[in-house]
């Protein structure tokens, strides 16, 4: 610790006396160019449909994509993250929609590389969750979420979404060496350029349950995920979690869910000193929307928020508060 000074020589409210002043001296800044939006998608002809637990978040048919996507193009937004609603009859057990080159998902990448080439990157969530009639993120066998038999239908799924113009594969499933095998696959077949965003510290939460209801997987899942999502009692534990995925092959690792993590972003940051990403998720969405619509704390509380993923040492934040706060810093 450094102290330069005491009182009354020293008067740290001096510097925080004006506006201007305080300015000068912001240790961290938010900018839109540190936003991913999060797109729900939805099949059908002109849909842009309410999420009920996720108030100003909408699923969108991919003729009306154009519409969210401009908008983020307008605010600078570098990037969206594209997460499937899928209908209950294209689900089954092993999730074998993922794998359909006609699926929601790679429809929405054909169409935006199409409509907008490079101009905004496109992140896909590597994992079966969406598709599955149990909800899980992979196989199960007896009850237990296989391990490698999950793997091999993630590397065929990141190959895919490479294969349609996605530029970021971003592994949500939690198995172990799964990036290093999607990493082979993709140099494999001339994709060694494509990004692997790893979730590598990926809690089981309490914080899901809106983006459960988004992609339609609340009702069907019957139990937990934590024989494959971290322990939330666990911090050192993301430490081995990102040197493993680093090895593998990972370019940026993601910390998830975002604000009852904080110190694990630094820890993360302050040890392995490469990108790192937080995700805002959806409970935390829809809490902080609520208690603003109610009245209970003012709108600067988002910032105030978001801020404090930068200030613990995150490069970028995936939040559906993306597009509205954009407005506001512009
Ligand atoms: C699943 C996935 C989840 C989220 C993103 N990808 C939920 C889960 O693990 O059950 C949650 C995002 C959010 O809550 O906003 N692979």
């Avoid at 704390?297 to 509205?324: M, P, W």
Wanted: hydrophobic share 40%; with cysteine; charged share 25%.
């Amino acid at each position: 610790m450094i102290i330069t000074g005491k009182y009354p020589n020293l008067r740290l409210r001096r510097n925080r006396k004006q506006d201007w002043t305080r300015r000068l001296l912001e240790e961290s800044t938010l900018s839109t160019n540190d936003f991913i939006l999060p797109i729900f998608l939805i099949d059908g002809k002109n849909k842009i449909q309410p999420i009920k637990t996720m108030p100003g978040v909408y699923r969108y048919s991919i003729n009306k994509l154009g519409k969210v996507v401009d908008k983020a193009l307008s605010l600078r937004i570098p990037m969206v993250a594209l997460f499937p609603y899928i209908q209950s009859k294209s689900k089954d057990k092993d999730g074998s929609e993922a794998l359909n080159e006609n699926n929601l998902v790679c429809k929405a990448i054909r169409y935006i590389k199409k409509k907008y080439k490079n101009q905004i990157g496109i992140m896909c969530d590597v994992a079966l969750d969406p598709y599955t009639s149990h909800g899980h993120d992979g196989i199960i066998k007896s009850g237990y979420v296989e391990n490698d038999k999950t793997i091999e239908i993630l590397t065929k799924q990141a190959l895919l979404q490479a294969e349609m113009g996605c530029d970021v594969i971003a592994p949500s499933d939690m198995m172990d060496g799964r990036v290093g095998k999607i990493r082979k696959i993709l140099d494999k077949n001339g994709y060694q350029l494509i990004q692997i965003l790893s979730y590598a510290v990926k809690y089981a939460s309490n914080y899901y349950g809106p983006f459960r209801d988004a992609v339609g997987s609340k009702n069907l899942l019957k139990s937990d995920k934590k024989n494959y999502q971290m322990d939330f009692k666990n911090s050192i534990e993301s430490l081995r979690e990102v040197a493993l995925d680093i090895k593998e092959g990972a370019d940026i690792v993601m910390v998830k869910p975002g604000l009852p993590y904080l110190d694990v972003i630094k820890i993360v940051k302050d040890n392995f000193k490469i990108p790192v990403f937080a995700y805002q998720v959806s409970g935390e969405y829809s809490l902080l929307t609520n208690g603003i619509r109610k009245g209970l704390i003012n709108k600067d509380a988002i910032v105030e928020t978001l801020v404090s993923f930068k200030r613990a040492g995150a490069s970028a934040i995936v939040t559906y508060f993306a597009d509205q706060i954009s407005k506001d810093l512009k």
